[in-house]
T-cell receptor, first 114, second 115 residues
């Protein structure tokens, strides 16, 4: 079945550092790819998405490019802030499996120190 | 516009009991999905309801069930609770859930502890 593998955490960085969180996927169809973020005590929020190969999703300084050849969707940010501290989840959804059936990676806890 | 509301926020139950969790989607949203989040298994899809019908189901035992009402509000029920059912249960809503382009809006979850 479909699966998502993302970089194990936790990740600790200093403010203004460059961030990369790796994500690779396995899917039988042509999935859409997502990054969700979860702040302490809250549900998940969609950070960005890409629905086809070579699409780049971006939001709040975060970016990720859908790479079909490497089945990857790595999350990057050029300069992180303390407020970016959260858990980040890479996910996919395949219309053939049901549009609302998200398959998530294990999550990466990110801590940014001032 | 109010977000997805889940009640209660916290629940403590003992093994063998049953529990009902509630989810009110964003007004106008007709698709409601449920997810279980645990430290060991991560986030896993439970099921999805649309127009009072279960449209998709994950790989969970029959002790996990749900329903959706005509106003799109949804409930999930877990019977004969086990220690391993301790988790954060998240509900998500979307307009129709027919394309992967639709944004899912998540509630803050219900934290269930089984003792």
């Amino acid at each position: 079945g479909d699966s998502v593998t993302q970089m194990e955490g936790p990740v600790t960085l200093s403010e203004e550092a460059f961030l990369t969180i790796n994500c690779t996927y396995t899917a039988t169809g042509y999935p859409s790819l997502f990054w969700y973020v979860q702040y302490p005590g809250e549900g998940l929020q969609l950070l960005l998405k890409a629905t086809k190969a070579d699409d780049k999703g971006s939001n709040k300084g975060f970016e990720a490019t859908y790479r079909k050849e490497t089945t990857s969707f790595h999350l990057e940010k050029g300069s992180v802030q303390v407020s970016d501290s959260a858990v980040y989840f890479c996910a996919l959804s395949d219309l053939g499996q049901g549009a609302q059936k998200l398959v998530f990676g294990q999550g990466t806890r990110l801590t940014i120190n001032p | 516009k109010a977000g997805v509301t889940q009640t209660p926020r916290y629940l403590i139950k003992t093994r063998g009991q049953q529990v009902t969790l509630s989810c009110s989607p964003i007004s106008g949203h007709r698709s409601v999905s449920w997810y279980q989040q645990t430290p060991g298994q991560g986030l896993q899809f439970l099921f999805e309801y649309f127009s009072e019908t279960q449209r998709n189901k994950g790989n969970f035992p029959g002790r996990f069930s749900g329903r959706q009402f005509s106003n799109s509000r949804s409930e999930m029920n877990v019977s004969t609770l086990e220690l391993g059912d301790s988790a954060l249960y998240l509900c998500a809503s979307s307009l129709a859930g027919t394309t992967t382009n639709e944004k899912l809006f998540f509630g803050s979850g219900t934290q269930l502890s089984v003792l």
